[in-house]
């Protein structure tokens, strides 16, 4: 059964962006600032600016070629941006890299599925603790008790978050051998090994059907209210997002045409002509 959403008002802040009351005392977790690349002479996203609370989730979407993507590839430092700038948790980014994001709290999954095909499904989730849990060279060598308590702990770890999606039973499989949705499943779960506070998902419903997708929903507002973390999603499934977003951005030719909840942009005509074109257009 899918989760029920429940409807909070977004609060302005003097930024002009707007948050859960909840949030309303706490600093945002992300914080965009006239964000912007070139490639070349195109302008691929100019005048990007969002902030996200430490407990929202957020629907960033828009037509195919909007910069959506390329979005998360500036938060993540796969692109640098051209100009603008980007706070993570107050913390300004800029000459980071990407490991070093990772450590500051940001974790992403991708549109096409990147895991460890050949290793186990636990073994997935134990490589991204990598930063949380050392037991040191020496310890891994020579198998002194430090590294056993290490491999226990990271055990018990991955099975809590397995346990999260179903996957337990799955943990001594080949990832590779996993049904499509699980994957996708297992890649989350992944993700959320790094102890992030914000975490990026790129389309996490794409090739699932209605009864995963109603399912993923459910895990979604499940790993926020259980991990008090902020969600970024990107997301072509309209019923996800307006069924479990709490604010919505929507990107146009790399721009952000609109921002609310889910009720304003349904009802936005910038948003209803950016996916259907204007009257015009269409006749």
């Known amino acids: 059964m899918a989760r029920t959403r429940e409807i909070q008002k977004l609060y302005p802040q003097p930024s002009q962006n707007l948050f859960l009351a909840r ?11 006239r964000l912007g690349i070139n490639f070349g002479g195109l302008e691929a996203v100019s005048e990007f600016d969002l ?5 929202e989730i957020t629907g960033l979407i828009g037509p195919n070629g909007a910069g959506k993507t390329t979005v998360f590839n500036l938060l993540t430092k796969v692109y640098e941006p051209s100009r603008g700038s980007i706070l993570l948790n107050g913390r300004d980014t800029m000459g980071m890299t990407t490991a070093d994001l990772n450590k500051a709290g940001i974790a992403r999954t991708f549109q096409n599925i990147r895991l460890f095909r050949n290793m186990s499904v636990e073994d997935n989730v134990k490589v991204a ?4 849990i050392s037991c040191g060279l020496p310890s891994a060598i020579f198998r002194l008790p430090k590294y056993w308590k290490a491999e226990r702990h990271a055990h018990v770890r991955a099975m809590e978050l397995l ?18 949705g699980a994957q996708r499943r297992l890649e989350i779960v992944r993700a959320l090994a790094t102890k992030p506070s914000l975490l990026l998902l790129d389309e996490p419903a794409a090739g699932m059907n209605p009864a995963e997708t109603a399912e993923l929903m459910e895990t979604i507002g499940r790993i926020r209210d259980e991990f008090q973390i902020a969600i970024l999603l990107i997301e072509h499934d309209m019923n996800l997002v307006m069924g479990i977003c709490d604010g919505i951005a929507v990107l146009n030719f790399g721009r952000i045409i609109a921002k609310g909840t889910p009720e304003d942009i349904q009802n936005n005509p910038a948003v209803i002509e950016a996916y259907l074109g204007s009257r015009k257009e269409r006749s």
């Open 23 to 33: 949030d309303l005392d706490r600093p945002p977790v992300l914080e965009c600032r």
């Open 51 to 55: 902030a996200i609370g430490p407990t």
């Open 129 to 132: 603790m990598d930063n949380s």
């Open 163 to 180: 346990s999260i999606f179903g996957l337990q039973g799955l943990a001594g499989a080949k990832a590779g051998s996993l049904p499509y």
